[in-house]
């Protein structure tokens, strides 16, 4: 068969498994202390200015980009009880924690964003994933779909996940629309 050919030329490919072994082994290593030495750097320059949301962001995102979400929500949790209306710094917060699966913390800065800004479509979208991601799922979710989709500002992203809460609402008609 035409596949059995295609198979044996795939066997006088040089086998370069322990080469890419050693170069991620090496890319990893050299990452984490990039992203060491920007936390060093940012925390100093934080100290200097503990009130600069975008340094607090910069250096949450470098402590996210090695896996460490501990240190990254101290700094959120510190910062947030210094300045609570820091909105931006609070709704990342509320990103970064779902993707860690701390929906408790998601669930608790979500709920301060929406109450301070009910409409607002970023907040609203992450409702809708957090729902998703945490299982849930409740009746006024159809309402928070509907109040989005009239927007027409949609991406496949909320379609999907529109889609997703609606079958699991029973409202099968709506998620196929």
Not at 38 to 46: G, H, P, S, W
Not at 47 to 61: R, Y
Not at 103 to 118: M, Q, R, V, Y
């Amino acid at each position: 068969s035409p596949y059995n050919k295609e198979i044996e030329k795939l066997a006088d490919v040089p086998n370069y498994r322990d080469d890419y072994l050693r170069l991620l082994s090496e890319l990893n290593l050299q990452k984490q202390k990039y992203y060491l030495e920007r936390i060093a750097d940012l925390e100093n320059k934080l100290l200097k200015n503990p009130s600069d949301e975008k340094l607090l962001l910069q250096l949450t995102d470098a402590f996210i980009s090695i896996g460490d979400y501990e240190s990254a929500k101290k700094y959120y949790e510190e910062f947030l009880r210094q300045y609570p209306d820091a909105d931006n710094v609070r709704y990342k917060f509320a990103i970064h924690s779902s993707w860690f699966k701390d929906f408790c913390s998601t669930k608790n800065e979500l709920s301060i964003l929406l109450a301070g800004d009910p409409q607002n479509r970023q907040y609203l979208l992450l409702k809708l994933k957090y729902a998703l991601w945490a299982d849930e799922i409740e009746p006024e979710l159809s309402s928070v779909i509907d109040e989005l989709e009239a927007t027409g500002k949609n991406d496949f992203e909320f379609y999907t996940t529109s889609a997703s809460i609606l079958i699991r609402l029973d409202e099968i008609e709506k998620a196929q629309n």
